[in-house]
């Protein structure tokens, strides 16, 4: 299917319904994650502590994210996420990997990284190319965000042509690499 025709057939989500995907997914989340930074008015304050040299999160930073996080993984559904990483790594994306991946990875998340390179020729297989979210391996939830990476929207992929982004989803992750994995998970201090 071409891009226009299935642009045509999303339908919009409203944000407040989004998370009922997560309260009724019965097996996997998966997300994948393509931009350098994300302009999220809520982390806001955190990323400028961030950017000042502050290593560590006040308590309670991402609260309701570990808790939605560590809901799935009570109810046996897997939350896993592919982070494209470019070079130079972003100031953000430092900020994500430090005060974001170090919470929720030991909450249950499982988060693998893919470069550059390796993602040019792995999009080529669907229409539409930007952040989303499969859950179930059934249903696809587009993430719209304008040029500065704030957010403006979820469309919903009719589940029938959810096939080419679940396929993409399984080879993106073989692909990838555990964070735990890459020179990245130093970014936490970590062994």
Same mark, same amino acid.
């Given at each position: ?21 997560? !309260?009724?997914? !019965? ?6 994650? +393509? ?16 950017? *000042? ?15 939605? $996080? ?7 559904? *897997?939350?896993?996420?592919?982070? +494209? $990483? ?77 096939? +080419?982004? *679940?396929?993409? *989803? ?16 130093? +970014?936490?201090?970590?062994?």
């Amino acid at each position: 299917m071409k891009e226009t025709e299935l642009y045509s057939q999303l339908k919009k989500i409203a944000p407040a319904s989004f998370l009922n995907f997560f !309260k009724e997914a !019965k097996s996997s989340a998966f997300r994948l994650e +393509l931009l350098n930074a994300y302009a999220v008015a809520e982390e806001t304050e955190a990323l400028n502590q961030f950017g *000042k040299g502050i290593k560590t999160p006040s308590h309670g930073f991402n609260h309701d994210w570990i808790s939605l $996080i560590e809901e799935l993984a009570l109810r046996n559904v *897997k939350m896993q996420r592919v982070r +494209l $990483i470019e070079e130079p790594v972003s100031e953000y994306l430092k900020f994500e990997i430090m005060w974001g991946y170090r919470l929720s990875v030991p909450a249950g998340e499982e988060i693998r990284i893919v470069d550059n390179p390796s993602m040019r020729s792995l999009i080529k297989t669907v229409p539409i190319v930007k952040d989303f979210w499969i859950f179930d391996d059934k249903t696809c939830v587009f993430l719209e965000y304008d040029f500065m990476g704030r957010f403006i929207g979820l469309q919903q992929l009719p589940d029938e042509e959810t096939v +080419l982004y *679940k396929k993409l *989803k399984q080879t993106i992750w073989e692909q990838s690499r555990n964070i735990k994995e890459t020179r990245y998970w130093e +970014l936490l201090g970590n062994d």
